[in-house]
Nanobody, 122 residues
Framework: QVRLVESGGGSVQAGGSLRLSCAASGFTYGYFCMGWFRQAPGKEREWVASINNFDRTTYADSVQGRFTISKDNAKNTHLQMDSLKPDDTAAYYC?????????????????WGQGTQVTVSS
């Protein structure tokens, strides 16, 4: 059974940085795409970034140039967040789906973590 556990959330002032991590377990074989999503209070969950087995990445326009998604050999996925803004305040979720293509939509992802809170103060 696939399990995703996020860590690294916290509080930071605007302009600061945070690094989120997602520890994945239960993948048996094959290609998969990892993604990060976020949900601010009173708003819908939105896609942030994705990475596939070939380390190809894609980002939402709102975070392009500020956030970097990566993964390591231990099947952990990371989201480096720099130049944070108050609008980045949200619960951040790690998600996964099998397949080699980059995915961006919530329905495309089968597995989800519990989320980690990021708060950016002005």
């Amino acid at each position: 059974q696939v399990r995703l556990v996020e860590s690294g959330g916290g509080s930071v002032q605007a302009g600061g940085s945070l690094r989120l991590s997602c520890a994945a377990s239960g993948f048996t074989y094959g290609y998969f795409c990892m993604g990060w999503f976020r949900q601010a209070p009173g708003k819908e969950r939105e896609w942030v970034a994705s990475i596939n087995n070939f380390d190809r990445t894609t980002y939402a326009d709102s975070v392009q140039g500020r956030f970097t998604i990566s993964k390591d050999n231990a099947k952990n996925t990371h989201l480096q967040m720099d130049s944070l803004k108050p609008d980045d305040t949200a619960a951040y979720y790690c998600a996964a789906t099998q397949g080699w293509s980059l995915r961006r939509s919530i329905p495309d992802f089968n597995y989800w973590g519990q989320g980690t809170q990021v708060t950016v103060s002005s």
